[in-house]
């Protein structure tokens, strides 16, 4: 009988233990306990509010802190991305539902993390042009690069008049924050905030973040590393067709109301008073969106009404990023920077060489920076009239999903291509260098005009001179 008594509590013993093991990964942040899921080989803590849902009163209005639970938040799931016209691109896909609900944000980790760890942290900041996109797409997957041993954010951040609105109405009791209309800036940059105030809760160091970002995510790095708002939150950058820190994707103050009045007129609201603020504040969420999106923004004429506008140069969320820059208060942080081989303008366009006179800037600048031309093609999309690399098409190749982006056609040499774009942002994560004796040495951009062009046959190459 003893034999067999201590036979069942040997059994119910590896029970418990197998039940324990599989336990969901758990953190706990000031807002409340969490738990994720673990999903392709990483631990995943998705769909997290870092702000409460900015609707109704709190549409056109600063993020607000997020409130609290005392239940485990499930964070198992993407939230909604941003409300949204979708445009039909890979170069700004979504994964959700698009919704005005949306400021939430996910966090990958290795498997077995925890709060002492203090593993450097990438942010991720998706691109579409300010008005279309969304964090929950499968290429932004952060679970192959959380493998590395680093902790991976992604972010949904306000799109098109959602995020960007300055309408005069507005401003009566408006912040000195709000008064540019920038709220789509204002949520990245509380994004970064609730990085640096829970990260370590999943095991992030919070002293060492990198922000990374393509096309319009690329132009927000800009602003990330320049705003006033986020001093000291970043101490690295990947810029990716990030255009040259130019007004290009930046509109005044003054044009900025134009629109946003245009817009009003146009639903049949006017004057500026406390009444056309309820108006706006009131139209359903279809209506501010009103079919905007990158493909119709392509497609107007320049006699169109304007009602629309890109973030607003305040001085207060958005400064002039190029003369941020010169003034070399960022000396000394690590940068990548590059495009695509057939970026949108082609060679001269402002991609390809916005990304070269950056890098000759922030050099001149005592900033270490490595500049790269990603020419790689996925073997399904080659043809005989392959140009080179289209906009956006290196990102699931940086973040090791090309399954996720391919599918069955993706190829050896695909993967191949991706561990070595994945291998150098990686190492750049942690330690501020790309450099790792397994890839092909990357020297620094330097006088020399060094570059490193991601090569057809999935590896890399040096290039030298301007």
């Not at 939430?104 to 993390?113: D, K, Q, S, T």
């Not at 900041?125 to 679970?143: K, L, T």
């Not at 500026?272 to 493909?295: F, H, M, Y």
């Not at 107007?300 to 969320?317: C, E, I, N």
Request: hydrophobic residues 40%; proline residues 7%; contains cysteine.
């Amino acid at each position: 009988m003893r034999t067999l008594r201590h036979a069942g509590l040997a059994v119910l013993g590896l029970v418990l233990a197998g039940g324990a093991a599989m336990a969901p990964p758990a953190a706990t942040i000031p807002q409340g306990p969490v738990t994720g899921k673990v999903e392709n080989g990483a631990e995943a803590f998705l769909g997290l509010p870092y702000a409460r849902p900015p609707v109704g009163d709190l549409r056109w209005r600063a993020p607000q802190p997020a409130d609290g639970w005392s239940r485990p938040f499930e964070a198992t799931r993407f939230a909604n991305d941003c409300a949204q016209k979708p445009f039909p691109s890979d170069a700004a896909p979504l994964g959700t539902e698009p919704s005005e609900d949306c400021l939430y944000l996910n966090v990958w980790r290795p498997e077995g993390a925890s709060s002492g760890d203090r593993l450097p942290v990438m942010v991720w900041i998706h691109g579409g042009g300010f008005i279309n996109g969304g964090a929950s797409p499968d290429v932004y997957d952060g679970a192959a690069l959380a493998r590395e041993g680093m902790v991976v954010v992604s972010l949904n951040y306000r799109l098109g008049r959602f995020g960007f609105f300055a309408h005069p109405a507005l401003s009566a009791d408006a912040t000195d924050e709000e008064r540019g209309g920038n709220y789509g800036i204002l949520d990245q940059a509380m994004a970064l905030s609730w990085v640096q105030d829970n990260i370590a809760a999943f095991g992030g160091n919070p002293a060492q973040v990198t922000v990374m970002g393509e096309s319009a995510g690329g132009r927000s790095v800009h602003l990330m590393l320049t705003s006033p708002l986020t001093e000291g939150m970043v101490q690295r950058a990947v810029i990716q067709s990030g255009g040259d820190g130019g007004s290009a994707m930046s509109a005044s103050l003054d044009a900025a109301r134009e629109a946003a009045l245009a817009f009003a007129e146009g639903k049949g609201i006017t004057g500026t008073g406390p009444g056309a603020a309820k108006a706006l504040r009131a139209l359903e969420e279809d209506a501010v969106v009103d079919g905007l999106n990158l493909s119709v923004l392509f497609e107007r004429g320049s006699d169109a009404p304007p009602d629309f506008h890109m973030p607003v140069l305040d001085d207060v969320a958005v400064v002039d990023t190029a003369e941020a820059y010169r003034s070399g208060r960022l000396a000394g942080m690590p940068v990548m920077i590059g495009a695509t081989s057939a970026d949108i303008g082609g060679p001269d366009g402002v991609m390809l060489r916005g990304a070269r006179q950056l890098a000759a800037l922030m050099t001149a600048q005592d900033m270490p920076v490595w500049h790269y031309v990603y020419d790689y093609v996925a073997e399904s999309e080659r043809s005989g009239g392959t140009a080179g690399a289209p906009h956006a098409s290196e990102i699931p190749f940086f973040f090791g999903t090309v399954a996720a982006k391919y599918g069955e056609a993706a190829t050896d040499l695909d993967r191949s291509a991706s561990g070595t774009a994945l291998g150098y942002l990686a190492s750049f994560v942690k330690t501020g260098d790309p450099n790792t004796q397994d890839l092909p040495e990357w020297p620094r951009y330097g006088e020399a005009g060094t570059t490193l062009v991601f090569t057809r046959d999935g590896s890399a190459a040096v290039a030298d001179g301007r």
